[in-house]
């Protein structure tokens, strides 16, 4: 399994009239984790855009919500692998507050598309062999 964290202050916009994070903002903090989970493995999003020609798009997402984060949280979000992905990558992800009280679970699904034709094609080589590496250590 590959987990990546990453951590940031809940920002005055994000906020509703009750200092309360707006629910809409949870899939933006998945998508940070993400964003961080690639880069960490050295192969970000635009990389397999330019390099590979492969666009990543979320196919479906997920999210429960368990806890209110608020105005002067320090959140953590999470991006966890625990497949190899092939025709599709499903990611666990989480965020938690500073105290580690579960905020927002829930999942994405991305899938791979040609660029060029925006057909679907599989999960470059390159991505998946970085992900056995994580998965399979």
């Known amino acids: 399994m590959a987990i990546f964290k990453t951590s940031f202050p809940v920002r005055y916009y994000e906020t509703d009239q009750m200092a309360v994070v707006h629910h809409s903002n949870y899939i933006r903090y998945f998508e940070i984790a993400r964003d961080e989970m690639m880069v960490q493995l050295g192969f970000p999003i635009e990389k397999c855009e330019k390099e590979l020609g492969v666009l990543v798009p979320i196919v479906s997402v997920e999210c429960h919500f368990r806890h209110p984060a608020r105005m002067g949280d320090v959140l953590t979000a999470t991006a966890e692998v625990n497949r190899v992905p092939m025709a599709k990558m499903v990611i666990k992800q989480t965020v938690y507050n500073q105290d580690g009280v579960l905020c ?6 991305l899938g791979f598309l040609n ?9 470059p080589e390159p991505v998946t062999e970085l992900f056995e590496k994580f998965i399979n250590a």
Do not use: I, L, Q, W
């Open 104 to 109: 927002a679970e829930g999942s994405v699904t």
């Open 115 to 123: 660029k060029e034709t925006f057909m679907p094609v599989r999960c």
